[in-house]
């Protein structure tokens, strides 16, 4: 079976938004590109007009097809419509890997009962949950037993492979294949002139450590700062924040202008911070040291495997203290020589290229596997 035989390829998600969706795109494109026919299937009634606009994009390039149905976040009815439709694409495309990604994607890709080969890459999904809650406890049940319906598991990351063994077990199968950037992203970003001393980009939520931060502007204020920071993203929490941050007598340095591209937040601020409290391998910190964006983070998740050598300067997360003094650092002394290596680490590790190679190849040997 040779590595470069061309495969019939569905993926599986729900909701075709933030860091899952642009690691399917990026991966649907670039297998494509390599002569690999590739479906995908997703949530019909989550990701709003750039979701549709990226899907539009991509549909030229999905000889196996495009089609969203709807589909609920947690387990519900619509699930067995869905789980229908799954099982019916794998037949009619004559798929020879479905490639589920997420809890949902990958609990449908697992129960269609097909003969190709049964991929999950849970992107965090229901391992960011507790097993001590009533929802933490059933989903990590039904992962368990969803476990010997896979024949590959796939984690973008070290931390989520270690995650997965402490809450369900040794998974049959696995390999960590990191997520990676596009060459174009590789092009430096600098800052605007008006651009602000400190910049946030994601979802103004409790997990994104965004209170954290505001706190840690308020300490930096009583010290004396008398910059600006820009909260760019949109979010549930999105209100409370405005609120602790007029509290702590900040509101007037703290701007939410909404979501923005990447690239274009960049251009906002001289720092980039991300303050989380959890997260998987995220899309930002590989977007912001390709584009030698100079940043300060919290060692969580996979972070520490992008800066490698380096993630010595990570900080522990939740702790205002410790972020408002990392950015003070920052602000005063810089950071050129870690920016330049953290560019350098990416372009050497985790660009698309190396992540579609590592997939294939793990897509390869688990058929050979099987088919033993």
Do not use: C
């Not at 690999?36 to 979701?51: F, K, N, Q, R, S």
């Not at 439709?85 to 097909?114: N, P, Q």
């Not at 063994?165 to 605007?192: C, Q």
């Not at 040997?365 to 088919?371: C, L």
Request: no cysteine; charged share 20%; aromatic share 6%.
């Amino acid at each position: 079976m040779d590595a470069k035989t061309p495969l019939r390829i569905l993926h599986v998600l729900r909701a075709p938004v933030g860091g899952l969706f642009r690691h399917v795109v990026d991966l649907a494109r670039a297998q494509a590109v390599r002569g690999h026919a590739v479906g995908v299937i997703a949530d019909a009634t989550t990701g709003g007009a750039a979701a549709d606009e990226t899907l539009v994009a991509l549909a030229p390039l999905l000889r196996l097809g495009l089609s969203r149905m709807p589909m609920s976040r947690h387990a519900g009815y619509r699930d067995l419509a869905a789980l229908r439709h799954v099982a019916a694409r794998a037949r009619e495309s004559a798929a020879d890997v479905l490639h589920g990604h997420g809890a949902k994607g990958g609990a449908y890709v697992r129960l269609a009962g097909a003969s190709a080969l049964r991929v999950y890459t849970p992107h965090g999904g229901s391992l960011h949950y507790s097993p001590l809650s009533p929802l933490g406890f059933l989903y990590l049940i039904a992962e368990t037993a969803l476990k010997f319906r896979t024949d590959l598991f796939l984690f973008e990351s070290e931390f989520g492979l270690a995650t997965f063994r402490r809450k369900i077990g040794e998974p049959r199968r696995a390999r960590v294949v990191h997520n990676g950037v596009t060459a174009a992203e590789f092009e430096p970003v600098a800052p605007d002139a008006d651009a602000a001393d400190f910049v946030f980009v994601g979802e103004l939520r409790r997990l994104k450590g965004v209170d954290v931060l505001i706190e840690a502007l308020a300490l930096l204020a009583a010290k004396g700062w008398s910059g600006s920071a820009i909260l760019v993203g949109e979010g549930p929490d999105r209100h409370a924040l405005e609120a602790r941050a007029t509290a702590l007598g900040i509101l007037h340095r703290v701007h939410f202008p909404g979501p923005l591209p990447a690239r274009s937040a960049f251009r906002s601020g001289h720092v980039l911070v991300v303050p989380s409290r959890a997260e998987s391998f995220p899309y930002i910190v590989l977007e912001a040291a390709a584009a030698e964006v100079p940043m300060v983070a919290t060692r969580v998740g996979g972070i520490a495997e992008i800066f490698g050598p380096d993630a010595g300067v990570l900080i522990p997360p939740g702790d205002p203290a410790a972020l408002a003094a990392a950015l003070e650092r920052m602000r005063n002394e810089g950071a050129t020589d870690l920016v330049r290596r953290l560019h350098e680490r990416v372009a050497r590790f985790f660009t698309v290229e190396a992540m579609t190679d590592g997939v294939l190849a793990a897509y390869k040997e688990a058929r050979v596997a099987v088919s033993d």
